[in-house]
């Protein structure tokens, strides 16, 4: 059964930083697009980051409100994803959820397109 499980959400205060973590599990995650979204109230689902699979040179997609501070990255070896967050701002306050979408290459942020998401991790950035 396929699944992910989020984890290393916290409450950091502004320009702090946050590692989130995603172990999944019942498939393996370097086969397909892996990707990074988030939900804060009263806000529809965004698209944070996602990366290729098919092993070697990985394409990654981000957000521009995230570019430059947020990196995507795949351990194969764990088959966990991670998302690490710099310079943290209160606007990046939100559930961050993980998933994936059932092809390998041209991933995008489009969140319709992917599945088996977990249940997040808040991420709570306070000024």
């Known amino acids: 059964q396929a699944r992910v499980v989020e984890s290393g959400g916290g409450s950091v205060q502004t320009g702090g930083s946050l590692r989130l973590s995603c172990t999944a599990s019942?498939?393996?995650?370097?086969?397909?697009?892996m990707g990074w979204f988030r939900q804060a109230p009263g806000k529809e689902r965004e698209g944070v980051a996602a990366?290729?699979?098919?092993?070697?040179?990985?394409?990654?997609d981000y957000g521009d409100s995230v570019k430059g501070r947020f990196a995507i990255s795949l351990d194969n070896a764990k088959n966990t994803l991670y998302l690490q967050m710099d310079n943290l701002k209160p606007e990046d306050t939100a559930i961050y959820y993980c998933?994936?979408?059932?092809?390998?290459?041209?991933?995008?942020?489009?969140?319709?397109?992917?599945?088996?998401w977990g249940q997040g991790t808040q991420v709570t950035v306070s000024s």
């Open positions: 990366i290729s699979g098919g092993g070697g040179a990985a394409n990654k």
């Open positions: 998933a994936r979408k059932r092809v390998t290459w041209i991933c995008g942020l489009h969140d319709f397109q992917y599945e088996d």
């Open positions: 019942g498939y393996t995650a370097s086969a397909y697009c």
